[in-house]
């Protein structure tokens, strides 16, 4: 039986364009963060469009989880691949975790804090989704079920390398298309799109990797919080041997 795939990120780690790629694949059909309006309603959390998200979205994240599963089951002819951030698995029972394919993608916190806090100018560790990515893979593989792991850095060095393994592990198979697609908005977007999504509406394709080299200096007891979740996830991210033959 067909499961969905359910990607688990942190913000500001290229998800949506990894959604993009996704999308580009023939059979699948992408969904942008769903638990977004139930994760607003519950933390309370002040983000950007916060008022037009709620009114916009089921937020009821039970029912959520419950129609998607549904949808999965009453059409096994297409994968539902489910962008979601792993933060906003809050009060929420996460057995159905064992009916979908699991991935996390990841980001050094030293390049992605100073992204997040352009639009979460109070970010706490929680919001950066890290402790929670942990937690969940450490309970799957613990299970016997482990996830796979890409970091956005590995993954924009060497994208067909990483997507390859990773189609290998969800027995899809990797076409070339998914390296690439037109710029612009998709219809697949969530309603924050314009608060978040202007450098991946820009894009073509996987950008190529710039190391950041500035790091402000207020941001360092966030990063020192950071650190150890981000160097247990990476200990297990996929890195293609094949990758320098690219």
């Known amino acids: 039986m067909t499961k969905p795939i359910c990607l688990w990120s942190g913000p500001r780690n290229v998800s949506t364009a990894l959604m993009y790629s996704f999308r580009e694949l023939p059979g699948v059909r992408v969904i942008d963060e769903p638990l977004y309006g139930h994760y607003l309603r519950v933390s309370g959390a002040d983000h950007p469009g916060r008022q037009e998200i ?9 029912d959520v989880i419950r129609n998607l599963l549904l949808q999965q089951a009453e059409d096994q ?4 691949f489910i962008k979601h951030m792993a933060h906003h698995l809050r009060d929420l029972n996460l057995d159905f ?39 969940i893979f450490d309970s799957l593989a613990e299970s016997g079920r482990r996830p796979a792991i890409l970091d956005s850095r590995e993954l924009l060095m060497h994208p ?49 990797y710039t190391a950041k080299t500035d790091f402000p200096d207020h941001l360092q007891s966030l990063l020192d919080d950071c650190n150890p979740w981000y160097e247990k996830l990476y200990q297990y991210a996929l890195r293609p041997a094949a990758a320098g033959d690219e």
């Not at 709620?54 to 039970?62: E, F, I, P, R």
């Open 97 to 135: 975790l064992h009916s979908t394919n699991n991935i996390f993608l990841i980001r050094d916190p030293l390049e992605m804090l100073p992204s997040l806090t352009i639009q979460v100018p109070q970010a706490t560790l929680s919001d950066t989704g890290l402790q929670r990515q942990w937690e």
């Open 160 to 208: 067909e390398a990483v997507l390859r393994e990773l189609c290998a592990y969800l027995q899809l198979e990797f076409t070339t298309g998914m390296l690439t697609w037109e710029s612009g908005a998709r219809a697949e977007d969530g309603i924050w799109a314009p608060h978040w999504y202007h450098a991946v509406h820009e894009s073509t394709g996987f950008a190529p």
């Open 77 to 80: 002819s297409q994968v539902l």
């Open 54 to 62: 709620l009114a916009a979205m089921n937020c009821d994240g039970s």
